[in-house]
């Protein structure tokens, strides 16, 4: 979605619309939206700069806080679903700075958030602490584990996002940096009983090949859940 860009707003309510009606006869409660980003963003994910120079405008802040919302009532008239924000590398919600941002200008009644444990890596923040500060927001969380050698290349060098991901910056859970334990520990203190869905992005090469093998991924990782009580 559009989030930033105000003229876009009909558009991302009709989508958000459209997908929850869906959604909803699967008893599916809420709609995870997410901000489409800029090629800029994109060429400089991870390595956003703290002092917000290159973040949303403080136009562009009330435009997308403002579609969110609408998108939110719009959702919870109709089909009484709620929104979660996926905080996604190359958008404009990616640091900790923009999620903090986001969370303490939106309704909690209307907009909560998406923990991807892997983005908030990739995007400087810690997830631990993110759940630690703003647990109650978070009501839908991604597992991905994040390669600590390939997020140094990210920090070190100029490479671009999609890059990243094709030189595997993601990995089996528990083979990366994550704190799983703590953060499920965390999670588990709060009550949380929501869904927790395991990724692991996974770029084919020009014929078409994945590495590593995304069955072979899914059974690791599954059986590295299992070793924490999940």
């Known amino acids: ?12 309510v009709d989508a ?28 400089i994910a991870g390595r956003v700069p703290a002092d917000g120079s290159k973040g949303l405008t403080a136009e562009g802040w009330k435009a997308a ?8 009532k719009a959702l919870r008239n ?23 941002r986001l969370l303490a200008e939106s309704d909690p009644a209307l907009v909560n ?23 109650k927001r978070v009501t839908y969380v991604h597992y991905k584990d994040v390669d600590p050698k390939v997020l140094t290349r990210v920090r070190d060098t100029d490479i671009h996002m999609d890059d990243a991901w094709k030189a595997g910056v993601f990995c089996e859970l528990g083979k990366g940096m994550v704190d799983f334990p703590a953060i499920t520990t ?19 090469d020009d014929q078409g090949n994945l590495s590593p093998d995304p069955f072979h991924s899914a059974k690791a990782s599954r059986a590295y859940l299992q070793g924490l009580g999940l």
């Open 78 to 100: 109709e089909l009484g679903m709620s929104v979660v924000v996926h905080h996604h590398a190359g958008t404009y919600f990616e640091t900790r700075a923009e999620i903090d």
């Open 65 to 72: 806080l403002g579609t969110l919302a609408e998108v939110a």
């Open 186 to 204: 965390e999670l588990k203190k709060l009550g949380y009983a929501g869904w927790v869905i395991v990724e692991q992005d996974v770029v084919p």
């Open 113 to 135: 958030l998406l923990l991807d444990t892997g983005h908030a890596v990739y995007g400087g923040a810690d997830p631990l602490d993110v759940v630690k500060t703003h647990g």
């Open 16 to 43: 958000a619309i459209a997908v929850g009606r869906l959604l909803a006869t699967r008893g599916v409660d809420e709609v995870i939206c997410a901000d489409d980003g800029t090629p800029e963003r994109k060429a």
């Open 1 to 12: 979605m559009r989030l930033f860009d105000a003229g876009a707003r009909k558009e991302c």
